[in-house]
């Protein structure tokens, strides 16, 4: 069984919550994609616009000028390489594809803009339908389950039914609950708890935990960056149940905990 896949988070963006600003020109941003690439990571994943809670929206064209050049740049250096964008809209996902992206990483699962489905569809790109309600600036407030895992899973199933009918097919697409999109710490715990009501979807499922604020439960520190340990920890654990990857900002601890879950799967 293949080891669960490692995608570096790549933020070219002023404002994110992790790491905003530190790779907002391209020239850095291109340095840190190859460096993760150097460490092992399977995938970079290129987003352009925080999604933060409470962060607010970046014009399309913005946008699109802070993450093509980064994918072109990216797909060129390492032309074997997996790059993601990680985008809401249409028009930057087709911009990245053409750029040589291969993924598009959409949190909202085409909630924000349904063209994205035809973008894919007319692509055959990868597609990672993401569980969300509202949007950055309300979902805070849209935090309210009665029985988190099965409102998820359901809702999931209905986005995924959305997809499917424009066209998306079944074979390029990736879910996730994500974590942190209109869930509390203790939503988000029960859903890693119970990882295999979403692998029973019967899709490929990637597991967003890193460095996100749930984590402060377990960690040592309160910095997003103290959060890496406690992310590896969840990083074991989601490999160990069989996840197809997992979206991280730190990519050596994690490929060292994928690697230790696939070790440990081979000896069950």
Same mark, same amino acid.
């Given at each position: 069984?293949?080891?669960?896949?490692?995608?570096?988070?790549?933020?070219?963006?002023?404002?994110?919550?992790?790491? /905003?600003?530190?790779?907002? &020109?391209?020239? =850095?941003?291109?340095?840190?994609?190859?460096?993760?690439?150097?460490?092992?990571?399977?995938?970079?994943?290129?987003?352009?616009?925080?999604?933060? *809670?409470?962060?607010?929206?970046? *014009?399309?064209?913005?946008?699109?000028?802070?993450?093509?050049?980064?994918?072109?740049?990216?797909?060129?250096?390492?032309?074997?390489?997996?790059?993601?964008?990680?985008?809401?809209?249409?028009?930057?996902?087709?911009?990245?594809?053409?750029?040589?992206?291969?993924?598009?990483?959409?949190?909202?699962?085409?909630?924000?803009?349904?063209?994205?489905?035809?973008?894919?569809?007319?692509?055959?790109?990868?597609?990672?339908?993401? +569980?969300?309600?509202?949007?950055?600036?309300?979902?805070?407030?849209?935090?309210?389950?009665? &029985?988190?895992?099965?409102?998820?899973?359901?809702?999931?199933? /209905?986005?995924?039914?959305?997809?499917?009918?424009?066209?998306? =097919?079944?074979?390029?697409?990736?879910?996730? *609950?994500?974590?942190?999109?209109? $869930?509390?710490?203790? +939503?988000?715990?029960?859903?890693?708890? @119970?990882?295999?009501?979403?692998?029973?979807?019967?899709?490929?499922?990637?597991?967003?935990?890193?460095? $996100?604020?749930?984590? &402060? &439960?377990?960690?040592?520190?309160?910095?997003? /960056?103290?959060?890496?340990?406690?992310?590896?920890?969840?990083?074991?654990?989601?490999?160990?149940?069989?996840?197809?990857?997992?979206?991280? +900002?730190?990519?050596?601890?994690?490929?060292?905990?994928?690697?230790?879950?696939?070790?440990?799967?081979? @000896?069950?």
């Amino acid at each position: 069984m293949p080891r669960t896949l490692v995608m570096g988070v790549l933020n070219v963006t002023p404002d994110s919550f992790s790491d /905003g600003g530190r790779w907002a &020109d391209t020239a =850095s941003a291109v340095a840190r994609g190859q460096e993760m690439l150097a460490q092992g990571a399977d995938i970079i994943d290129v987003g352009g616009e925080s999604t933060r *809670p409470g962060a607010a929206t970046v *014009p399309v064209a913005e946008e699109i000028q802070r993450v093509v050049p980064v994918v072109e740049a990216l797909s060129n250096a390492a032309p074997s390489a997996e790059i993601s964008v990680d985008t809401t809209r249409a028009a930057v996902a087709q911009a990245a594809l053409d750029a040589g992206a291969r993924i598009v990483n959409d949190v909202s699962g085409g909630q924000a803009d349904p063209q994205i489905f035809g973008v894919i569809a007319r692509s055959g790109a990868r597609y990672v339908l993401q +569980h969300r309600r509202g949007t950055p600036e309300t979902m805070n407030d849209l935090a309210v389950y009665q &029985d988190v895992v099965a409102e998820v899973r359901a809702e999931l199933a /209905g986005m995924l039914q959305a997809a499917l009918a424009a066209g998306v =097919s079944p074979e390029v697409i990736i879910v996730d *609950p994500g974590l942190g999109f209109a $869930k509390q710490a203790e +939503h988000n715990w029960r859903i890693l708890a @119970h990882l295999e009501e979403f692998t029973s979807l019967g899709y490929p499922l990637l597991i967003g935990a890193s460095r $996100k604020r749930f984590l &402060d &439960d377990v960690s040592s520190g309160a910095q997003p /960056g103290d959060r890496d340990n406690s992310t590896a920890a969840v990083t074991a654990l989601a490999a160990a149940a069989g996840v197809w990857g997992v979206r991280v +900002h730190s990519v050596p601890a994690s490929l060292d905990a994928v690697r230790v879950a696939a070790t440990w799967r081979e @000896h069950r």
